[in-house]
């Protein structure tokens, strides 16, 4: 365990959250009491830093403003001392056009996130349910690839069924190279980015321009896109319900899922508890 803590930063689905649901309350308790102890808090996400994001904190009452956000996987950093949100390794037009070409043997639905909404090549369940959940706008394509490709992006997401995993992660990794790479998401979405980008990356950048050591960070991820966070932190937890990977990558694995607050469960028992803060 770090002796001392200046930042916490959180994944939201599967480890702040239960998908599309509220925060867990012994995590939003503890988030906080640190917080108040002078503890910065933040988002690692793999959704784009957009007002939506900013919003969470009021959905979920916190009674602050984020201090830092880490968006598309590491793609995007934005924090409170700074006034320009820095981005990392976009996807050339190009090299989309190849993914979807590589992809479109599977026949999945693809989408990219463009501003403050999303680009989708059409309607389904989990589009429909993602804007639900999310609060935004998806722009349907009519099955128009190119569309998709007017600009670089940070990543392009594909969605499949929980019985097509397998078949999509294995067809994902044989096509993945050095210019590009599929990564697991959340389930039923696979990622394709720049190998360089990872969450692990932005903090890094977050420790360097701010001057705070990154031993002084913790972090707590949950699936194969948090592998990177949790590695690079001064000390990185994964979720029970986590990823093997991202367990591997972890320092320490916590002893409850998401679902009964495990974030906040392991907050209490090895730090708010030992340094008297309960």
């Known amino acids: 365990m770090i002796q001392d803590l200046r930042v916490l930063l959180a994944d939201i689905d599967g480890t702040l959250v239960q998908k599309g649901e509220a925060i867990m309350p012994k995590t939003r308790n503890a988030i906080i009491r640190l917080h108040e102890q002078g503890v910065l808090f933040g988002?690692?996400?793999?959704?784009?830093?957009?007002?939506?994001?900013?919003?969470?904190?009021?959905?979920?009452?916190?009674?602050?403003?984020?201090?830092?956000?880490?968006?598309?996987?590491?793609?995007?950093?934005?924090?409170?001392?700074?006034?320009e949100t820095e981005v990392y390794h976009l996807l050339s037009t190009?090299?989309?056009?190849?993914?979807?070409?590589?992809?479109?043997?599977?026949?999945?639905?693809?989408?990219?996130?463009?501003?403050?909404?999303?680009?989708?090549?059409?309607?389904?369940?989990?589009?429909?349910?993602?804007?639900?959940?999310?609060g935004i706008p998806v722009i349907l394509t009519d099955g128009d690839t190119e569309r998709l490709c007017v600009r670089p992006n940070f990543n392009l997401l594909f969605r499949f069924e929980p019985e097509r995993e397998k078949e999509v992660l294995e067809h994902a990794?044989?096509?993945?190279?050095?210019?590009?790479?599929?990564?697991?998401?959340?389930?039923?979405?696979?990622?394709?980015?720049?190998?360089?980008?990872?969450?692990?990356?932005?903090?890094?950048?977050?420790?360097?321009?701010?001057?705070?050591?990154?031993?002084?960070?913790?972090?707590?991820?949950?699936?194969?896109?948090?592998?990177?966070?949790?590695?690079?932190?001064?000390?990185?937890?994964?979720?029970?319900?986590?990823?093997?990977?991202?367990k591997s990558m972890a320092d320490a694995v916590t002893e409850y899922p998401c679902e009964e607050d495990g974030m906040g469960r392991y907050l209490e028992e090895y730090w708010l508890k030992p340094h008297g803060l309960l």
Not at 114 to 132: C, F, N, R, T
Request: with cysteine; proline share 3%; aromatic share 8%.
């Open 94 to 134: 190009d090299t989309m056009r190849e993914i979807i070409d590589v992809m479109s043997v599977l026949h999945l639905n693809c989408s990219i996130y463009e501003d403050d909404h999303m680009v989708s090549l059409y309607m389904d369940p989990m589009i429909h349910g993602s804007m639900k959940r999310n």
């Open 43 to 83: 988002l690692a996400t793999g959704r784009k830093i957009t007002k939506q994001m900013f919003s969470r904190r009021i959905t979920w009452d916190l009674p602050f403003e984020f201090d830092v956000m880490i968006g598309m996987n590491g793609g995007q950093l934005w924090d409170r001392f700074h006034q």
């Open 173 to 246: 990794r044989k096509v993945s190279n050095d210019r590009y790479t599929g990564v697991v998401t959340s389930p039923g979405i696979v990622e394709f980015m720049d190998p360089r980008v990872n969450k692990g990356l932005a903090v890094r950048k977050f420790s360097e321009r701010n001057n705070i050591p990154i031993d002084t960070i913790m972090a707590f991820g949950d699936q194969d896109n948090d592998a990177g966070l949790v590695k690079e932190a001064g000390w990185g937890v994964c979720l029970l319900n986590g990823s093997d990977l991202t």
